[in-house]
């Protein structure tokens, strides 16, 4: 974390990636006694639209910050050979330095097995096996830059780096093409709902493996197809600026699991498999058919009208982009940020307090970005108005008796991959 004296604001830096990958390898040595097979790395993400939509078959997208965890693995026993059975996985993190070493035997990491944040990266091995990808014992140091719980997707950035370095280290071939990038996703998506126990949905581990840098990364989460769509704000003169408001989000869990399960349950009532078959032309009608249930029917018909105007909203900020016209994406913002704050009811105060105060210091739009209650929001600003805006949201932060936030600037950068 760097503070600006000239700003007087918090920014949290990108480390470069050879510093990144040589903290993890000087890390591993001083843990281990010895060199790393390599140093592995994945970005966390931030969303520019589509939010709650993943669990709904719906569209999102996201794009790969600078901001990576990186992974210095190395292999300690083959797959499948004499003793496997006996692996061994052990792993430390620099931000978890309480934790100390944790090692358990390979066939001990999966559901109900992991406690704590060993869960994200040993889960990945379990998963990867438990879907016919063999892997053996391993030695794990894990260091990052990625803000954590701040809606920025630690989760993922730590799940896709072991992914893509149990791949590389035990000769799987997934992380080569995207085919391959996709079952890795799967395999990260399995250890974060089923071993570490967050029922999230799959556009982090997508953004994480599968973005490329430049582009934003539209995830159709009905098929998982993706499509790379140019993403070059400095050429516009823009920056979009992420505003991590440290709030703590206490009932963030049991708020997630409730709003996938009023989804589930509003699909079910009008018959459809996911929220994604009811069409923009569709919603008055299925909004009428809606019922009381566990939750009355107007909480309900907020639910599903926000997830379908949602991935309308996703449509459009897709055609915006697609015609060169990224300066007029501000109005869709604002209209997902109040459609989370009013209908999904997802917001918290610093969530709304940060995007008024962006847009008030001239931002042309901005929302709350990842599951919130709490997290981080994002602003699109001219270049040249960054300080200027995060000034006025710590400003705003500090007259609302806030925390102070702290700030980061996303270039949509490249995903999962070795990065020493
Ligand atoms: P987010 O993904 O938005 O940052 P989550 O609550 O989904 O927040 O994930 C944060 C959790 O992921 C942490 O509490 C920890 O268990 C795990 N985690 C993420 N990054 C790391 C890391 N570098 N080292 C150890 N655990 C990590
Ligand atoms: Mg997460």
């Known amino acids: 974390m760097s503070r600006h004296a000239a700003t007087g604001v918090t920014w949290v830096d990108a480390w470069e990636p050879a510093a990144g990958a040589e903290r993890a390898a000087a890390a591993f040595r001083a843990r281990f006694d010895a060199e790393p097979d390599g140093v592995w790395s994945a970005p966390g993400r931030v969303n520019l639209i589509g939010e709650h939509t993943d669990y709904n078959g719906g569209l999102c997208l996201p794009i790969d910050l600078p901001h990576r965890t990186y992974v210095a693995l190395r292999r300690t026993s083959a797959a499948g050979t004499p003793g496997a059975a006996d692996a061994v996985v052990r792993l430390a993190s620099a931000q978890e330095p309480d934790a100390g070493l944790w090692s ?88 974060e709902n089923e071993v570490a126990g967050a029922p999230t949905g799959g556009m982090d581990q997508s953004a994480s493996l599968r973005a490329r840098a430049g582009h934003a990364l ?140 962006a847009r008030a210091a001239g931002a042309l739009g901005a929302r709350m970005t990842g599951g919130g209650f709490g997290g981080s929001a994002i602003a699109l600003v001219e270049v040249g108005a960054v300080d200027d805006v995060a000034v006025a949201v710590a400003r705003a932060f500090d007259d609302a008796g806030f925390h102070p936030p702290a700030f980061l600037v996303a270039e949509a950068s490249g995903p999962a991959s070795r990065t020493a």
């Open 104 to 191: 358990a035997p390979l066939a001990d990491t999966g559901p109900g097995r992991v406690d704590g944040w060993p869960a994200y990266a040993a889960g990945v091995a379990w998963a990867l096996g438990a879907a016919g990808h063999t892997v053996g014992g391993f030695d794990a140091v894990v260091d990052s830059c990625v803000p954590y719980g701040a809606g920025l997707s630690s989760s993922a950035a730590l799940e896709c780096a072991v992914a893509v370095a149990l791949d590389e280290a035990f000769g799987l071939g997934l992380a080569d093409d995207d085919a391959g990038r996709t079952r890795l996703v799967a395999a990260c998506i399995r250890a």
């Open 218 to 357: 539209l995830l159709d989460t009905l098929d998982q197809s993706v499509r790379h769509v140019p993403f070059d704000l400095a050429g516009s003169g823009l920056a979009l600026l992420v505003i991590d408001t440290k709030a703590e989000h206490r009932l963030a869990d049991g708020q997630y699991a409730a709003r996938r399960t009023a989804c589930e349950a509003a699909a079910r009532q009008l018959g459809v498999a996911t929220l994604r078959e009811v069409r923009p032309d569709g919603l008055d009608d299925a909004l009428a058919r809606i019922a009381d249930a566990d939750l009355p029917a107007d909480v309900t018909r907020r639910r599903v009208r926000h997830v379908v105007t949602e991935i309308a909203r996703v449509e459009t900020f897709v055609a915006l982009l697609d015609a060169g016209r990224v300066r007029d994406v501000g109005p869709v913002m604002d209209a997902s940020h109040a459609s989370l704050r009013d209908d999904y009811e997802v917001s918290a105060p610093e969530l709304d307090v940060a995007v008024d105060a």
